[in-house]
């Protein structure tokens, strides 16, 4: 069985630029997470989905992120404009179900110029 | 909201002793802790959790003890190998799925 795909691994853009990461989580799980992790730092979560609705959205910064999983499986999450403070990796995980085992995608590591 | 600390930050030891990592947790209401392993350009993986209806998991090398009235929770690896180095993370979690990492602590296992 896969695991949580996501894409790009890798992204280089000049800040004021907009970036978009996709997340495919593994099949039949319907809680997906977004969490971002600066270096030497435990992964920080960033938006948690049930489904298709965002259940916690707290700590996403929503002048410049968003995010959607339209159809309750893929996701993808945007920045407009992204700034340098944005570098950083962005994982996506996913589990079954509340207080089940979280697993994690590669992740996206996002270079600000 | 919960607030995890995890202990040492670095850790060094000789190969074949043991290494021991502690985190505590600020939210009475966690029942769920999760371990994860991440190697350098790696995602975490999860190692090992435990419940907070569980005191004490292992699988064959590692175990978890979860002390709920200190809340305290341990990670323990015995006989280390080189292919342990790693950055642990651990991570605790309520009923509403508000899970929380600590900050992380490298350990390097020197042949």
């Known amino acids: 069985e896969a695991g949580v795909v996501q894409s790009p691994r890798y992204k280089i853009i000049e800040k004021k630029q907009p970036v978009a990461f996709w997340c495919n989580p593994i099949?039949?799980?319907?809680?997906l997470y977004w969490y971002l992790q600066n270096l030497g730092q435990g992964p920080e979560l960033l938006i948690r989905?049930?489904?298709?609705?965002?259940?916690?959205d707290s700590q996403l910064p929503k002048d410049r992120f968003s995010a959607e999983r339209l159809k309750g499986v893929d996701s993808t999450l945007k920045i407009q404009p992204a700034e340098l403070g944005d570098s950083a990796v962005y994982l996506c995980a996913s589990s079954s179900g509340a207080t089940e085992a979280q697993y994690f995608g590669p992740g996206t590591r996002l270079l600000v110029l | 909201g919960e607030n995890v600390e995890q202990h040492p930050s670095t850790l060094s030891v000789q190969e074949g002793d043991s290494a021991v990592i502690k985190c505590t947790y600020s939210d009475s209401a966690s029942n769920y802790f999760p371990w994860y392993k991440q190697e350098l350009g790696k995602r975490p993986q999860l190692i090992i959790d435990?419940?907070?209806?569980?005191g004490e998991k292992k699988d064959q090398r590692i175990a978890v003890t979860l002390n709920k009235t200190a809340k305290h929770f341990s990670l323990h690896i015995t006989e280390t190998q080189p292919e342990d180095s790693a950055v642990y993370f651990c991570?605790?979690?309520?009923?509403?799925?508000?899970?929380?990492f600590g900050a992380g602590t490298r350990l390097t296992v020197k042949p």
């Open positions: 435990i419940r907070s209806n569980v």
């Open positions: 989905y049930e489904n298709e609705e965002a259940v916690d």
């Open positions: 991570a605790a979690s309520n009923w509403n799925n508000d899970m929380r």
């Open positions: 099949s039949g799980h319907n809680t």
